[in-house]
């Protein structure tokens, strides 16, 4: 059973928002979903026993540059970054992050079910 009880969802497309939400709340999540990564870091949100799903092409912060931020204040989750990017962009965006899991967009459900598993 995965230890895993909340879905934090950084994403700036409110289509894409909306579906990660609808599907994690049907998988019962409890979930919190943001627009920006300004918007997370505004929010003052428990997050033990969270999973951040994280798009790295956020308009604001990246989603590469918030983990880091997180990394560096002691506020590291367990992350699984979406993108639309290359893999070329991605693993420049992501240089000096260890291990991190990846879903390229379109994605279906249930490999993002198996990422949350993969993490619990």
Do not use: N
Request: glycine letters at 6%.
């Amino acid at each position: 059973m995965s230890t895993i009880r909340k879905l934090i969802i950084i994403e700036d497309d409110a289509s894409m928002r909306r579906s990660l939400t609808r599907w994690a709340k049907a998988s019962g999540y409890e979930v919190f979903a943001f627009a920006s990564a300004s918007a997370f870091l505004d929010c003052d949100i428990h997050t033990k026993d969270a999973c951040l799903i994280l798009d790295l092409g956020l308009p604001d912060i990246g989603g590469a540059e918030l983990k880091r931020r997180l990394i560096t204040v002691g506020k590291d989750l367990p992350t699984i970054f979406i993108t639309g990017f290359s893999e070329a962009e991605i693993t420049l965006a992501l240089t000096g992050i260890d291990a991190p899991r990846v879903l390229r967009k379109p994605f279906d459900p249930a490999s993002l079910a198996a990422e949350i598993e993969a993490l619990a």
